[in-house]
């Protein structure tokens, strides 16, 4: 029997691209130990770079070429090499000086080219870059993040639409600012880990000071609005397996506006049969499983149904499969 590849070079597709490697739940008790480098969670667009000569393209998770809208991220004279792959995270940045990512959809959800240009004007965007991939055609993926990160800092400078992440071996003085700044939270990284690509790996951990989820929109209810509450699913692991689940209801967060531009969306894809186990009121209009919302939530039930949830924003740059239950 041939051995499962874990690192995930068969993700890769023809074309040479690559899947960004994704991160796992972890705890604050990560946060004193050793072996680790910690940055800061960024609330924005992750994207992969790809720079060939003078040639420059942004992928993002989905795999979607997004460069021409953001035409002030020509970056290629911040970068020293001939070809290379970087791995960051696209954001906009408020006047206190924090990532907004209210602020990135006003760029990331226009399509117009007169509109992306007034709008880079006023809400130009960063690339934080916090990885490497490749570089003059020598995959780096094997090495180690510590050794990735010296070979980032040789390559790529800080510039006016470019920025090397900011990482720090004393995460629970980054995670005090982080309180203090009410941003989603640290990402910590084992210095010797390799790159997964297209992995959800244990080496990657996520500390969110906020609690969000992204779940997938799966009905809706309509009594006093358009809609009421959106009923939201997630894909449970079990075993080698993943199974949708429903988590429960949001039914805060939205204006009208949205709410009308939803509807439209949805009741174009609805079915009779809920794509989840369900066991409530039968007032749920469902829909096929295709978008993505992000909400804030207070914890969940021991039933694993969703406790205070409130809107946050759709997800267009996720596949519904990243959308998974995390043991808390």
Same mark, same amino acid.
């Given at each position: ?16 691209? @690559? ?21 800061? %969670? ?17 992928? +993002? ?17 911040? @970068? ?17 000086? +924090? ?58 400078? +800080? ?5 090397? @992440?900011?990482?720090?071996? +004393? ?99 609805? @079915? ?31 039933? %694993? ?24």
């Amino acid at each position: 029997m041939k051995r499962k590849d874990p690192s995930g070079k068969g993700m890769k597709k023809a074309s040479g691209r @690559i899947r960004p490697m994704l991160a796992r739940l972890g705890d604050k008790d990560l946060l004193s130990r050793k072996g680790y480098i910690f940055e800061p %969670k960024l609330d924005g667009t992750r994207a992969l770079l790809y720079l060939n000569k003078s040639r420059m393209e942004l992928v +993002n998770r989905r795999q979607k070429d997004i460069t021409r809208k953001y035409p002030e991220l020509e970056l290629s004279g911040d @970068i020293d090499a001939e070809s290379c792959v970087l791995d960051g995270e696209i954001i906009v940045y408020d006047q206190k000086g +924090n990532p907004s990512f209210r602020l990135l959809q006003k760029r990331d959800q226009i399509e117009k080219k007169f509109l992306i240009a007034i709008r880079s004007d006023q809400y130009p965007a960063t690339y934080v870059v916090f990885d490497i991939l490749r570089k003059d055609g020598k995959d780096l993926t094997d090495t180690g993040f510590a050794g990735r990160k010296k070979i980032l800092m040789e390559t790529v400078s +800080n510039g006016e639409n470019m920025e090397i @992440i900011f990482s720090t071996v +004393n995460g629970k003085k980054l995670w005090k600012e982080i309180q203090k700044r009410k941003l989603e939270g640290v990402m910590a990284k084992k210095k010797d880990s390799r790159y997964y690509p297209g992995k959800r790996a244990p080496v990657w951990l996520k500390i969110k000071f906020l609690k969000t989820m992204d779940c997938i929109i799966v009905g809706y209810t309509h009594e006093k609005r358009v809609i009421s509450a959106l009923a939201l699913a997630a894909y449970e692991e079990i075993g080698d397996k993943k199974k949708l689940r429903y988590i429960g209801r949001v039914g805060t967060g939205f204006t009208e506006t949205f709410l009308k531009k939803l509807h439209e969306k949805l009741k174009n894809i609805r @079915i009779e049969k809920p794509p989840v186990r369900y066991k409530g009121s039968k007032d749920v209009k469902w829909v096929k499983p295709k978008y993505i919302c992000e909400v804030r939530y207070l914890e969940f039930s021991k039933d %694993k149904i969703i406790r205070a949830p409130a809107f946050l924003r759709m997800r267009d740059d996720k596949e519904l499969k990243e959308c998974i239950l995390e043991a808390e």
